[in-house]
């Protein structure tokens, strides 16, 4: 039995025997790829403006490559990388969002070995129950031509280093800027030793792009004290040589208990003025935030009732000044019953304060005030379907105004169901579906609606044979007199066959398409985005590829 009382999971695991005789691995692996491939999409940097572009057959060819050294080290470089057959992203509400909405990173190359260059804080997370943003945001490398990194575990020392560089800055460039063609430059070292069950590290991110660099330095610990306590810290610097030269801090401390009955959370985080960090996944500075969150579980281990407890959490925030930011306030109910149903309801309260540095058309601060309440069930409903569902009622703030006019306050409904069915051992399929919708207060006129619907399915025909079909729809409804939203419909598809002899040596054969409600002739609004028509979609990018690549062990 694993135990609370004890912190950590596998110091408690036993120990592992009957391994014998175990091939020793190769020190060198060589994965060489090529592909094929025939598309068509909108050239948004033509110089004219938005055009199609076609070309019928395209090629690319690359390669992985891993050196182990002294059986301590990693050394993986890669040229010319290819991620055609990473799924797509899972569906996120994207719109009337105040700060940039955080998606997770699926190529593999930035996957491996990434927890080396975490920190005390896992850089991984950005809701609400974490203070802090990843300091190395690899999506940030969004088209990268060569890559080196370096990992691996010296005694009690872990070391990472990762070099990459990124086409895209000069590819999105219109023709003939002198950012055409130039490329963005990313350096990470990381540091950290183990000392006794608690670790110490260092990190240094820098991101250069014609003559511009950002670097972040920053130091971290984690600790582990009595009665299931532990501690955690993050203090970084930063300097930023932009248009403004800029320079700024962060602080981020933590203390958690995580015992049987109990979790309690108390952290604080702060962002100076100035502090700009371009490589990593971060929404403002200028804040100094406050978070406390405590749990009590009574665990009755009955057949109805396995466990329940009352959860509540709070938050402030505040400017370096001394006014308040947002300030947020909540109570739920957690239970688990049965013997696979999980369930949550909450409500509460939030304060968010708007100011004309961030939105000009407002005169002067204005503080809004929020209530919300929802709930979240999970379910196994039989050996081969599961169910998810979630929603919640809140007083919403409308970021995307029209234009000329202030945010203001709606209602908000949001609801999430995932649907998971596994009618046999080799098929596996799941649906998605989210509701968004923005309307005027006491069920006033509708502000937009967003819908996304998507279905995924998996196929395993043998250990080596696999197919995959994602069929995802997306439209935002809007009203123009409420939201300068356009009304948007798009629909993907994404077809994939795989091939599979072992990691390194596969062949992909894939499509994708995508239709959007764009204006055919690709003519342009006031503000530069292309026009949308009220009926009708048309192919705004398609491609079919075949890649193929081969792994030598040596």
Same mark, same amino acid.
């Given at each position: 039995?694993?135990?609370?009382? #004890?912190?950590?999971? $596998?110091? #408690?695991?036993?120990? $592992?025997?009957?391994?014998?005789? @175990?091939?020793?691995?190769?020190?060198?692996? !060589?994965?060489?790829?090529?592909?094929?491939?025939?598309?068509?999409?909108?050239?948004?940097?033509?110089?004219?403006?938005?055009?199609?572009?076609?070309?019928?057959?395209?090629?690319?060819?690359?390669? *992985?490559?891993?050196?182990?050294?002294?059986?301590? $080290?990693?050394? *993986?470089?890669?040229?010319? &990388? *290819?991620?055609?057959?990473?799924?797509?992203?899972? &569906?996120?509400?994207? @719109?009337?969002?105040?700060?940039? @909405?955080?998606?997770?990173?699926?190529?593999?190359?930035?996957?491996?070995?990434?927890?080396?260059? #975490?920190?005390?804080?896992?850089d991984n997370s950005t809701d609400f129950f974490h203070l802090t943003s990843p300091l190395l945001f690899t999506r940030r490398i969004q088209d990268p031509h060569i890559g080196v990194r370096i990992t691996g575990k010296l005694g009690a020392n872990l070391v990472g280093l990762l070099i990459a560089d990124d086409r895209a800055p000069g590819e999105i460039a219109s023709p003939g800027s002198p950012l055409a063609g130039q490329r963005a430059r990313f350096t990470v070292a990381r540091f950290a030793r183990d000392v006794a069950g608690n670790r110490l590290g260092a990190i240094v991110i820098e991101r250069s792009f014609f003559? #511009?660099?950002?670097? @972040?330095?920053?130091?971290?610990?984690?600790?582990?004290? &009595?009665?299931?306590?532990?501690g955690r810290f993050r203090a970084t610097g930063s300097t930023d040589s932009g248009a403004v030269h800029s320079s700024g801090h962060t602080v981020d401390a933590e203390l958690t208990r995580d015992d049987k009955h109990l979790f309690y959370d108390l952290g604080y985080f702060e962002a100076s003025p100035g502090y700009v960090q371009r490589a990593g996944f971060y929404r403002r500075p200028d804040i100094r935030r406050v978070m406390q969150l405590a749990r009590y579980l009574f665990r009755p281990e009955g057949k109805r009732v396995a466990w329940w407890g009352p959860m509540t959490y709070f938050h402030v925030s505040r400017e370096f000044s001394g006014h308040q930011l947002d300030r947020n306030l909540g109570i739920e109910l957690d239970a688990k019953v049965g013997r696979s149903t999980v369930f949550d309801i909450y409500t509460g309260r939030t304060d968010q304060t708007l100011r004309p540095v961030d939105y000009s058309t407002l005169p002067s601060r204005r503080t809004f005030v929020?209530?919300?309440?929802?709930?979240?069930?999970?379910?196994?409903?039989?050996?081969?379907?599961? !169910?998810?569902?979630?929603?919640?009622?809140?007083?919403?703030?409308?970021?995307?105004?029209?234009?000329?006019?202030?945010?203001?306050?709606?209602?908000? *409904?949001?609801a999430k169901s995932v649907l998971t069915m596994h009618p046999t051992t080799a098929l596996s399929i799941e649906n998605t579906y989210i509701i968004d919708r923005l309307q005027q207060p006491r069920s006033g006129p509708r502000v937009f609606t967003n819908q996304i619907i998507r279905s995924k399915w998996n196929y395993q025909f043998t250990r080596s044979l696999s197919a995959r079909v994602i069929a995802q729809y997306a439209s935002v409804l809007a009203e123009p007199r409420f939201t300068s939203l356009a009304t948007t419909k798009n629909l993907n598809g994404d077809f994939l066959i795989s091939y599979t002899i072992n990691p390194g040596s596969a062949f992909y054969l894939g499509y994708n398409g995508n239709l959007q409600n764009y204006d055919p002739a690709l003519r342009l609004d006031p503000s530069g985005e292309i026009l949308r028509t009220q009926r009708g979609v048309i192919n705004d990018a398609r491609q079919i590829f075949a890649k193929v690549s081969y792994q030598i062990r040596m």
């Open positions: 039995m694993v135990s609370r009382e #004890q912190q950590g999971y $596998l110091t #408690q695991e036993a120990s $592992l025997t009957g391994l014998a005789d @175990v091939t020793p691995s190769r020190n060198i692996q !060589l994965t060489p790829y090529a592909l094929a491939r025939s598309f068509r999409d909108i050239d948004f940097a033509a110089a004219a403006g938005p055009r199609f572009r076609q070309q019928n057959l395209a090629s690319r060819t690359g390669i *992985d490559s891993k050196f182990i050294v002294h059986n301590s $080290l990693v050394v *993986d470089a890669t040229l010319n &990388p *290819d991620f055609s057959q990473v799924e797509s992203d899972e &569906p996120q509400v994207t @719109v009337n969002q105040r700060f940039e @909405v955080y998606f997770p990173e699926k190529r593999p190359f930035f996957l491996e070995n990434s927890d080396y260059f #975490q920190t005390a804080f896992a003559g #511009q660099g950002n670097r @972040v330095a920053g130091v971290d610990g984690r600790f582990l004290l &009595p009665h299931n306590w532990n929020m209530y919300w309440t929802g709930g979240d069930i999970s379910t196994q409903i039989s050996r081969s379907v599961s !169910l998810r569902f979630g929603g919640y009622h809140q007083g919403a703030i409308n970021y995307d105004s029209p234009a000329g006019t202030a945010p203001f306050l709606t209602g908000e *409904d949001y």
